[in-house]
């Protein structure tokens, strides 16, 4: 008999429940229309609710996820204080600067910066702002200005075949041919010392203005003129106030006074049947067309448009009317850090800021991207003969700030399409 009482214990509790069950479900069919929306509504938000957490909750893992790995990333590459050196034929770009907002106008530094996401050695974050990788060039290079020789200072994950790796991502134009360690302070634009610049121009720049130009390649310079040349070139060495060598820089200011160090034109050479010469020039910094302004002149005066005396004239407080000299053929060949290699390159830590065992890349680069370009971009368009043409409308006796104005803006419209730096 005691047996039978959890049987029968068992047998009530199951009528109750199914009673209530029953009651339960005849109560929710007999709601209202609107109480069934409602308690569906509830029912959809709390599902709602749910998914939400879900998904925050596999977002946040991913994210907990690619901080571990960039936090892994950092581990394994520390970020060290390095320098690029660079080499890149300009043609096409619109300088060396990358400038945000502008993806229309294709920089050096654009290539550059993708290539480096793309490698691993930089954060995705770090190239919309290039601060963060402590970011620096040495020298800007204007739209269409070739360099051999470009450094960039920056902060970089030390990936291992570091090199090989940022050029798989860059065209073949942009090459990245050394790499140096420095210091954390190292600033490549401030610790620079000075800049050389090379300019490749067809001799026939230095030809008498009667010389008929239908037929270039059958010029060649004589070895006097050639002389003649660098006698005018080295006038420029040491420092002059170079206010009439630029675009808006009063005489007055100190700004405008530059140091050359060198300046001289090399033998010619021959390239597609036209002669052609190099042009080296040397200072602690250049304003903007200093240079071509300063080989502008020279020519000038070679060709007899201009008297000799207007060189040191230019130097002068008075306006005096300089040409600029077309953009192509300008090249950055190397950037120097006299200061810094002499207190740091003998500590045993770092490393002296020369690149004598890249030379060979850096002359193979030339040779197969800048040189050619520079001859094919002359012998197809005829900038260097088109700029001469303009000469006779320079006033090389004027002296009055109006006078200047005049020819500037004759020279600037000649010079459309050539106006890299």
């Known amino acids: 008999m005691f047996k039978s009482r959890p049987l029968l214990s068992a047998l009530v509790n199951h009528k109750l429940t199914s009673e209530i069950n029953s009651g339960l479900y005849q109560f929710f069919c007999t709601m ?29 893992t991913k994210r907990i996820k690619t901080e571990g790995e960039h936090a892994e990333d950092e581990k394994k590459y520390p970020k060290k204080k390095v320098v690029l050196l660079m080499a890149y034929c300009g043609k096409g770009y ?30 995705e974050n770090h190239g919309d702002d290039m601060k963060k990788m402590s970011f620096q060039r040495c020298a800007r290079t204007d739209k269409g200005v070739s360099a051999a020789g470009q450094v960039v200072s920056l902060k970089v994950r030390l990936i291992e075949d570091i090199i090989e790796k940022i050029n798989e991502h860059l065209p073949q134009q942009i090459r990245v041919l050394g790499l140096k360690r420095v210091t954390q302070g190292f600033n490549s634009k401030n610790n620079c010392d000075a800049r050389t610049y090379s300019y490749m121009l067809p001799t026939v720049a230095f030809s008498p203005k009667d010389y008929d130009t239908g037929n270039i390649s059958a010029f060649r310079l004589e070895p006097e003129t050639l002389q003649k040349v660098n006698r005018l070139f080295a006038l420029y060495k040491g420092t002059h106030n170079f206010h009439n060598f630029t675009s808006q820089k009063a005489p007055s200011d100190p700004s405008a006074r530059r140091y050359i160090t060198e300046m001289s034109c090399g033998e010619p050479f021959i390239r597609s049947d036209t002669e052609f010469a190099v042009i080296t020039v040397r200072g602690q910094s250049f304003m903007l067309h200093q240079i071509r302004k300063m080989i502008g002149l020279v020519i000038a005066v070679i060709k007899g448009y201009a008297n000799e ?43 002296v800021l020369e690149w004598d065992s890249e030379e060979e890349r850096i002359k193979a680069f030339k040779e197969a991207q800048i040189y050619p370009t520079i001859v094919e971009t002359e012998c197809q368009e005829g900038s260097m003969i088109s700029w001469m043409s303009t000469l006779p409308i320079h006033d090389f006796q004027a002296t009055s700030a109006k006078t200047l104005d005049d020819k500037d803006q004759k020279q600037d419209n000649a010079d459309e399409g050539n106006d890299s730096d």
């Not at 308690?39 to 977002?59: D, F, G, M, P, Y």
């Not at 850090?337 to 390159?345: C, T, V």
């Open 32 to 60: 209202s229309e609107g109480a069934k929306d409602e308690q569906t509504a509830k029912l959809l938000k709390r599902a709602n609710e749910e998914n939400e957490v879900s998904a925050e909750t596999v977002h946040a």
């Open 94 to 123: 619109y300088g060396m600067q990358r400038n945000p907002g502008t993806s229309q106008f294709r920089t050096i530094e654009d290539e550059l910066v993708t290539a480096l996401i793309k490698s691993g050695c930089i954060p």
């Open 309 to 351: 005396e207007v060189m040191e004239r230019s130097w002068g407080q008075e306006k005096v009317d300089v040409p600029k000299a077309p953009g192509l053929g300008l090249v950055l060949e190397r950037v120097h850090f006299d200061r810094y290699n002499k207190r740091f390159g003998g500590d045993g830590l770092h490393e």
